[in-house]
């Protein structure tokens, strides 16, 4: 199993930075894909940005999706400690659209671990 938990969210200026992490304990595979999702008030779920960094014996892949809405002033990177692994978010030039509450997945074949959610609210 894997248990995810997110930190870094809070009230944040229009056209400031966002700085987010997950941090991530149990078992993490070189197959997993890591994502980002959000939630505003009112909407759908949406992803935000995923890494896909899968290594296999024979290949490795280096994929990274940015929703359109967040493409160009995102940017979403992993790092692996010996303990535990890290998913960050970095989002620029904030708006009031980006009110959302952050949630962290990894995605596993069928399976999607999710954590808890971190909120972000974009003040003006």
């Known amino acids: 199993q894997v248990q995810l938990m997110e930190s870094g969210g809070g009230s944040v200026q229009a056209g400031g930075t966002l700085r987010l992490s997950c941090t991530a304990s149990?078992?993490?595979?070189?197959?997993?894909?890591w994502k980002w999702y959000r939630q505003g008030p009112g909407k759908e779920r949406e992803l935000v940005a995923s890494?896909?960094?899968?290594?296999?014996?024979?290949?490795?892949?280096?994929?990274?999706?940015?929703a359109p809405s967040v493409t160009g002033r995102t940017g979403i990177w992993k790092y692996h400690a010996r303990d535990s692994s890290i998913l960050y978010l970095r989002m620029n030039k904030l708006i009031s659209e980006d009110t959302a509450m952050y949630y962290c997945?990894?995605?596993?074949?069928?399976?999607?671990?999710r954590g808890q959610g971190t909120q972000v609210t974009i003040s003006s």
């Open positions: 997945a990894i995605s596993r074949g069928s399976t999607e671990f």
């Open positions: 149990g078992m993490i595979l070189t197959t997993d894909i």
């Open positions: 890494v896909d960094n899968r290594q296999t014996v024979n290949s490795a892949v280096d994929t990274r999706y940015f």
